[in-house]
């Protein structure tokens, strides 16, 4: 299947049987918990496997999760979303996630069948995008026009996504398991941090060019973060489907079904060790190459189905270049050249993750104009655009400006990640979006630009569970509480040195925790430090490394404390003129 030349449309989607059902099923559910048939608990594993998670601090509100498959995105369906958003959502927002999926927040329980059949009107789900099943399919967001990648991952992620998607063998697995792909050297899709990685790899086989991935198990972060281990040096992307396969029957048979804090694969890998996990999975792959249904008669997987042409786009002959003094920098951060000659990809930052009702109407308008309509959702919580003519940057700049959508440094320092936080989220401790704003003035006078800080990462999490992956990066916060005077204080704990890189995934070190209203000052103190006393060329983990946490620990410790007599200084950023209280309620993210 080959795009077309002309734009990416999306016709409502006629519903299957079985998609049918499934919204019946959901209204007829819906009724039996309010008449009390159905027991709320019930409820809960049922919403959770449509993509229904609850709401902080309500009863009949819920955030929808949108299965965005390896963050494939067209504009009509980003238009589509928007009329979802401004209809049933509050804010009028959509978040992009760290996987690729799109959530939204504040849905009333009582319009969530109409809102699902909205979703899947214009082709997407939010099926199995929570619960204990497969999640959604993540996929390096430069796949297919990199100039680095080896081949095209695009294919192999629809083809696992499909493969796994209302398959009996995984809707009741002891926990839910990730699956991500990497065509590229340069990690960008994290693939140690998932329970199955595959990187692309090219291997010469009796005098033939064979394609193939490296496959990984085992990785995860959450509270004891893990890192994945190497299957087999090269599987043939014919057995790639057996394998995943093969890696999932093992989970559901073997994962700890009576602890849920130890019931994600990486337990199994720890357990038993990579070389045990390596043999049963060799073995498990024969009976699923030997057992296959007729529903499933071969692993073949086309690698041509994402093949892209060039859209058609109406440009002036001449198109000068922008005056706006943003522009240059917007240029250097957000377009990326792609290794088809004229076009680039360009990232569009989601301040904070989050991307309102007018901006989603106005940047598929923009990506109907100038790249087809074709869209993508990033694990950096922003949305790209590719296959945009590179001639034509000065107008999408001009018209992303107009949208409030042309924020530059997209994928630098400023470019912060985190989760939702305590503003919607069961189990967080803090509101991690407010501490996210708060560190952001700290670009503002010419940070954001100094060349030797644009590839720290910083990430942030509501609490330990590592939503934000605040365990990969190079300065990472998750959510704390602490008993300061006799008062619940709102706390960060500070991580430094984590990374990934192909076959490897190393997690930062705790340092320090801090009030959290502090923790802007001991960020801004820490660069500061960083910048003033690295060496040539010495990166902000390795300098870590050298200098040590026991000095870093000195040189931030004034800000460990509160000074005594401001009671603002007990609240938590994000939610100022609140009194702070420690509260965790039941976590969803197991059902």
């Not at 919204?23 to 709320?40: M, P, R, V």
């Not at 009796?206 to 299957?231: E, N």
């Not at 994600?264 to 990579?274: A, M, N, P, T, Y």
């Not at 790209?384 to 042309?406: D, F, H, I, N, T």
Request: hydrophobic share 40%; with cysteine.
């Amino acid at each position: 299947m080959s795009v077309t030349k002309n734009a990416i449309r999306a016709p409502k989607h006629a519903l299957t049987p079985v998609q049918e059902a499934e919204l019946k099923l959901f209204e007829e559910n819906i009724h039996a918990l309010e008449s009390g048939a159905l027991d709320s608990d019930d409820f809960r594993r049922f919403r959770l496997e449509n993509g229904i998670y609850g709401i902080r601090g309500t009863t009949d509100e819920h955030m929808v999760r949108i299965k965005i498959k390896w963050g494939n995105l067209t504009a009509d369906q980003l238009d589509a979303l928007a009329g979802i958003a401004e209809a049933y959502a509050t804010p009028k927002c959509g978040h992009v996630t760290t996987r690729q999926a799109i959530q939204m927040h504040h849905i009333k329980r009582r319009d969530v069948p109409e809102l699902l059949r909205k979703i899947a009107d214009c082709g997407l789900t939010t099926r199995e995008a929570c619960g204990n099943t497969v999640r959604n399919v993540t996929a390096c967001h430069y796949s297919g026009v990199s100039p680095e990648e080896v081949f095209d991952v695009r294919p192999y992620a629809q083809a696992v996504a499909d493969y796994f998607l209302r398959n009996p063998i995984c809707q009741n697995l002891p926990r839910k398991f990730k699956f991500a792909f990497e065509g590229c050297p340069t990690d960008h899709a994290r693939v140690g941090i998932h329970d199955f990685g595959a990187v692309a790899k090219v291997r010469d086989i009796d005098g033939k060019k064979i394609r193939g991935f490296q496959c990984y198990v085992g990785g995860g972060l959450g509270a004891t973060p893990h890192a994945a281990q190497l299957i087999e040096d090269f599987t043939p992307e014919d057995l790639l489907l057996p394998t995943a396969e093969a890696v999932v029957r093992i989970f559901d048979r073997h994962g700890n079904r009576k602890d849920k804090a130890r019931a994600r694969i990486k337990f199994v890998v720890k357990d038993w060790g990579i070389e045990k996990m390596r043999e049963t999975i060799l073995e498990e792959r024969k009976i699923a190459l030997l057992t296959r249904s007729g529903r499933h008669p071969d692993f073949k997987i086309n690698p041509h189905a994402y093949d892209e042409t060039p859209p058609v786009v109406n440009l002036p002959a001449v198109i000068p270049e922008s005056k706006d003094p943003g522009y240059a920098r917007w240029k250097l951060t957000n377009a990326k050249i792609q290794k088809q000659p004229g076009y680039v990809t360009v990232l569009v930052r989601c301040l904070l993750g989050d991307i309102y009702v007018p901006q989603m109407h106005a940047l598929a308008d923009i990506a109907r104009r100038y790249n087809g309509g074709r869209l993508r959702t990033a694990i950096t919580q922003n949305l790209v655009m590719q296959w945009v003519p590179e001639k034509a940057l000065p107008l999408v700049y001009a018209e992303l400006l107009k949208a409030g959508l042309a924020e530059a440094n997209a994928e630098r320092v400023a470019d912060i990640t985190r989760c939702p936080g305590a503003d919607t989220c069961q189990i967080a401790i803090t509101h991690s979006k407010g501490l996210a704003a708060a560190l952001t003035p700290i670009f503002s006078n010419g940070m954001s630009t100094a060349e030797d800080l644009q590839d720290i990462k910083i990430k942030i999490s509501g609490c330990f569970n590592s939503c934000g992956q605040h365990h990969i990066a190079d300065i990472g916060f998750y959510g704390a509480s602490k008993i300061v005077d006799g008062h619940d204080v709102p706390h960060y704990v500070m991580l430094l040195g984590g990374y990934t890189q192909e076959g490897v995934a190393k997690f930062g070190k705790p340092t320090l925790q801090f009030p959290a209203k502090r923790v802007p000052e001991a960020a801004r103190k820490l660069l500061q430090y960083y910048r003033e006393n690295h060496q040539p060329n010495e990166i902000f983990r390795a300098f870590v490394e050298r200098v040590g946490t026991a000095q870093i620990k000195e040189l931030l410790k004034e800000y460990t404390t509160i000074p005594p007599g401001d009671p603002k200084m007990y609240e938590d950023l994000g939610a100022e003129g609140i009194a702070f209280k420690m509260e965790m309620g039941q976590g969803e993210c197991a059902a």
